[in-house]
């Protein structure tokens, strides 16, 4: 998480002892809590004995355990001192000993998504530009000075559409639904399809441009934008698209409104087509936690 970066990840003695003492995974428990394969099992085993067995429950948090599935410290708190402290209380507890190695042989494929076969991925950077009131407070200005991070997956006949200097329908209500909203402090809700007032984009020449109008049925949350991009194709494959979104929104649909901005604020949203070298080019968009086929539908 782009906050944790910015807070227990920037510590040097929190970073130099997950380096040198620590084998370092990142996952979502969104998927891993569900899933009922081997790599669920041990994700649960070691969860269940820092906060029990309700699956259907949030186990997010920082763990540390060893490889045979033994909990060596918890904490779902992002203070360095305080995951300084269980790593130093539960390394020291820490006794070696042999354990057989994971495989995932049968991956559930219910939550082990990849992306479509000849489709693309597109990277998605979200910013608050201007409307945060300045504050002295750290905590509160990590949340402020945050980007949000996602992905878009394109079908291979929308690659195929792009290619050829067309912008598919079904990308462009995609695009809007999954990825133009505020995602900078945490998770909020995709956009309904009646929540689309307007979604014009258009491809010519290689030039993107549009205009968007996002708003939630109560009105207290929304997105204005103006579109502007580039496409370049070349064999049938294309090898660039850059695309920025930027405009007005107001209001906020996920966990942490505290911490939004009042009234409105600028948003813009950067997307670019990931070069597939960084891991984290794989990880599913989080419009499709509802169900892979409808995100893609």
Known sequence: MILDRASTFSDPEVIELLKSRCVNVAIDQWYHRRQKDAEGDYYRKIAAQARGSDWNSTTQGLYLGTADGKLLGFTNNRSPERVKEILKKGLAAFQPAEAAALKNEKPDKNFNYAPPEGGLVISVTSK???????????????????????????????????????????????????????????????????????????????????????????????????????????????????????????????????????????????LRLAPGSDEADRVAPQGAKSWLPDYLK
Request: glycine residues 10%; neutral net charge.
């Open 128 to 270: 608050v530009l201007e409307g945060h009131e300045k504050s002295s407070d750290p905590s509160i200005r990590m949340f402020q000075e945050s980007m949000g991070r996602d992905t878009l997956w394109v079908r291979k006949d929308e690659h195929a559409a792009l290619a050829r200097g067309e912008f598919p329908q079904t990308l462009k209500a995609r695009l809007a639904r999954f990825n133009l909203y505020d995602n900078t402090r945490g998770e909020p809700a995709p956009w309904e399809p009646s929540e689309v007032k307007k979604l014009e984009i258009s491809l010519k020449d290689g030039v993107v441009t549009g205009a968007i109008h996002l708003e939630r049925a109560d009105g207290k949350c929304g997105y204005t934008a103006d579109l502007r991009g580039a496409v370049e194709s070349k064999d049938g494959k294309v090898t660039r698209l850059d695309l920025v979104a930027r405009g007005t929104a107001w209001g906020w649909s996920g966990t942490t409104a505290e911490s939004a901005p009042k009234g409105k604020f600028t948003l813009a949203i950067a």
